[in-house]
């Protein structure tokens, strides 16, 4: 556990924004040496952020097909079949690095 109380010279954050690494990923998961998840943490809570690692090429052609972080955050959605994304999603990441 790592927390972080000072994001800049003289500026101290508020508890809230803490940052806390864990051993695991956000679902509460890792991949085991063998390459089977495995849950080691609490699953997120309702309204918990998730940022999706996923590579331009999905978000313009959908979630079926994913693996690693994305596809596992994918099922737990249950969108993984979904043949695309909404629409609003497709229109607004237009570029890597990009998220409105």
Known sequence: LLAVDR????HTMSRSMRLAIRPFGVLGTR???IGAVKKVGQAPVPGFPIVDPAGLPFIRNGPRGASGASGEIYRWLGIADEE?????VREAI???????
């Not at 695309?84 to 609003?88: D, H, Y």
């Not at 237009?94 to 409105?100: F, M």
């Open 94 to 100: 237009t570029a890597p690095l990009q998220a409105a």
């Open 31 to 33: 991949l085991t040496a």
């Open 84 to 88: 695309s994304f909404p629409t609003p």
């Open 7 to 10: 994001f800049s010279e003289g």
